[in-house]
């Protein structure tokens, strides 16, 4: 039973070795194609492309599925000979990632180059609004469609030196733009923002913003301050939008979120004392903020928008779908209190 054990552990760690050395190969390799400007243009040439208009991402509809295509160098070359400055437009592509192959993948926005319509109809698909095109796309397509988003659009607002009002050059990779007059480096902004999902032990808090669809509640949610730590946030954006004091906090995950500009949501869970729960509710931010029980959740869980919506004009409760970290949030305090019970 030990031999077997063993062998069982031996292979175990083997694969687990051979796994993590790819991982480890493909970050250096991913550092240093940000590092070596000549070995960025050079993987330019035989690099996969991901196209934006606009900042939509490009898909095409295979049956029932919206599939993320990625185009080769070649292909990128017979769209852009429809414009007068094919090379200066592949210089403008962003690093977004690699296969465990070294295949580099960037991202490109051709707004700039050519109309929507030509390219539509050329690659028969259809560039579409990043909102719906991160809950079509296949799951492991959506986190990237986000990141490589956030970072063309930073590209796109950081034309110009803040100091100098000069034009800014962005590397080959697009990790950062440099302005020559003042010799200042910027690099891509993060916007650090705490989600909460507050409980007083059997009941948690969500809260909706009049923005939100009818019937979404979501978790609160709010920018860190300059100087902030997360659990100063999390204890300041409970108490200005509730007004309610968290005993204690625990971190639970975090998620890039690409609206409005590329935030990194930390994801945390908050217990408030149960004798101090009664909501004070910020009206200038929030139109509603409640407490669920477990029960209510549950059903929530099961709602999609339109199954919501009732005879009489009013929509009950849904939360947001499985690619938000707020719903990750709800499910883990769903299986806390069920293992509770
Ligand atoms: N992925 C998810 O599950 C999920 C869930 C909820 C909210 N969110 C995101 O969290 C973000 C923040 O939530 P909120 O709106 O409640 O924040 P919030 O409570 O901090 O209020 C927003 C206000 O903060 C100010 N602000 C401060 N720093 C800002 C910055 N860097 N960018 C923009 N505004 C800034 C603005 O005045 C803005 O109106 C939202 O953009 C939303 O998209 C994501
Ligand atoms: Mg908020």
Redesign the pocket.
Known sequence: MAAVYQALHRRASSLLCRLHSTYVRKMRYLNKLKEDDSLCRQAQTSGTFYLFHNLSPFLQKAGRKYLVPQLSAAEMRRILEKSPEAEQWMEESVLVGCSDEHIPHFALDLAGALEKSVIESELQGSFTDLQKALFVVDGKDSPLLASAQSLLRWHDSHQYCSKTGQPTQKNPAGSKRVCQASGITYYPQV?P?V?TLVSDGSRCLLARQPSFPPGMF??L???CDVGETVEEAVRR?VAE?VGLEVESLLYSAS?H?P??SG?L?LGCHALVGAQQAEISMDSL?LEEARWFGLEEIVEGLKREPRSSKQDDGSSLPWF?PKQ????QLIREWVRQQSAQA
């Open positions: 916007s923002v989600i979501t978790a949610s709010g920018f954006e939008e998620q979120w609206f409005p935030s949501m931010e947001p938000a970290i707020a719903h």
